[in-house]
């Protein structure tokens, strides 16, 4: 499938309509799940708070598991080695297990199996199919925010030329991106750092506001090689985040590229926010002459560490 | 006091041993802190999953918050906007709360107040006096650890020839320095990461193995700029880590710097790759002539988003 095609299936899946059981008597969630497939956990923790929610984005599940947990796990193919560890223990523990996998082994496990569609996509153009099972579950998403994201991605799948801008002006001084998010769009900033490493095959890095204030801003005013990066920042709904960006950028003489969210939900905030960054990393990707979907370094990697 | 002297008190932190009390009956622990108290919380997490740990780094306490949940606010100063704030929030949801500071507004909340001695340093130069606390409560650390990483915090306080080589390397090439950690460990990365913006006022990033292994790996092999990064490595004891390390430095013929932890327990190495850190930035900063402890302009953002 092509790239862009690929990119234009995000939309469809929001129409996908399956969802967690949450059964009751849970203490505490785990969510598992590696690169692409990681994404959902660590974007489902960022909205939700009514109880304890604790990432793996490695081999081990952590000692606390018990039957009050509630374990997801995560991986698109099925076969992430990562995952099917986390899994198999997590089954022993005695906690109550969600797999979300089209296919794979991963799919032979779990009290519940969410079964998502297989169209050789990359596993990071399925976010949707990974997440909104979690957010139904939860109660934090409906088909309400599920038909506006529909149609705010529709809009970006028609016109992306401002994404396209971005790319021409990164590609033109070979520069660095930083993506700067805030709660509770700290991952999708993240995300964007991951697009730029597979979809273009260039260095990128993330990080987010107040915590940024602690550290990055420093930097800024004094760094050498500032003119090699290029710095993207969420705009913010929070008062107080947005007067920081604001501060940031005026003490530090930095040049921040605003990018504003469209939606009236988080959900579709964050949906519009993670495909605009779909889109400048896609024509970025086009413009180094670099084909997105190749990712025959990690498959090397994969076989080589067996 | 000068900040080569503020590194040597590093050691004397180890001989700290207050302890936070753990009450029965709690099901999960929030550790709230931010930039340099933010540390300590981080670092416990990877070293403690007998139950659910969730940090915040940002305002608000999660809603899951209750009476069974033990709330520790970590701020040196004691009166960190976000800290006073997530506290206050604490107290009010009858959860059991411990505070740890050296003073200011927070030392008049919490059951159990730990306060840290006043010595006018950099709160990221207090991590042994925030993270001991941490380590004694949950019976990570007791006197044996302590004792093995003060001997080398000594150890590195005579001889860091070798950090001030890394130092000379990144100087002279204006690089921008990359650290990669792994599991117990991804903490100490970034913690690099923020020496290196507050001691040097360089820009800097962080990201840890298996994770990169799913995204940065990509971007090693045909990025732009990569003779302008500077790759420190956490060397590791997990075997498949290490084969994980070896394979992505062949496969994108990537140059690793890589630091070998000294130290028998986890709390020992940990120090010592943390101090490590403090050296080459510490030794930069002399380089570029740049006075670590200038923190101006985040003192500056304080004043101007109030």
């Keep these: 499938m092509k790239f862009e095609e690929e990119l234009r299936m995000l939309k469809e899946q929001m129409r996908f309509r399956e969802k967690v059981d949450v059964p009751k008597g849970i203490n505490n969630i785990v969510i598992a799940g590696m690169g692409g497939s990681g994404i959902a956990g660590n974007v489902f923790s960022e909205l939700y708070s009514a109880k304890p929610v604790v990432l793996v984005g490695d081999y081990g599940l952590p000692s606390f598991a018990s039957k009050k947990t509630l374990v997801i796990s995560i991986s698109y193919s ?3 080695e990562e995952m099917l ?11 109550h297990t969600v797999t979300i996998s089209s296919g794979g ?3 032979d496990h779990g009290d519940q199996h969410i079964r998502i569609p297989r169209r050789d ?3 990071r153009s399925a976010t949707g199919w990974m997440l909104m099972p979690l957010l139904y579950g939860f109660g934090i998403a409906g088909k309400k925010e599920a038909d506006e994201t529909y149609r705010l991605l529709e809009s970006l799948d028609r016109n992306n030329a401002q994404c396209r801008a971005h790319a021409k002006a990164i590609a033109s001084g070979e520069h ?3 993506i ?3 709660s509770p769009f700290k991952t999708i900033a993240y995300r964007w750092k991951t697009q730029f490493n597979e979809n273009t095959k260039i260095l990128a890095y993330s990080n987010s506001f107040p915590e940024l204030n602690h550290n990055d801003t420093m930097a800024l005013a ?5 003119n090699n990066f290029y710095f993207f920042v969420f705009d913010s709904q929070n008062r107080k985040i947005a007067k920081r960006i604001a501060v940031t ?5 930095s040049r921040f590229n605003i990018i504003k969210p469209k939606g009236s939900s988080d959900v579709a905030r964050l949906f519009y926010l993670l495909h605009y960054g779909d889109y400048v990393t896609y024509h970025l990707g086009l413009l180094r002459g670099i084909d997105p979907t190749d990712v025959s370094l990690i498959e090397r990697l994969k076989k080589e560490i067996k």
């Design 78 to 80: 099925g076969n992430t």
């Design 85 to 95: 560890s986390v899994t198999k223990e997590a089954v022993k523990s005695g906690a």
């Design 249 to 253: 950028a005026k003490i530090t003489k």
């Design 121 to 123: 996509l990359q596993p």
């Design 180 to 182: 700067y998010g805030s």
């Design 105 to 107: 082994e991963l799919a």
């Design 176 to 178: 660095i991106p930083v």
């Design 222 to 226: 004094q760094t050498y090689r500032k």
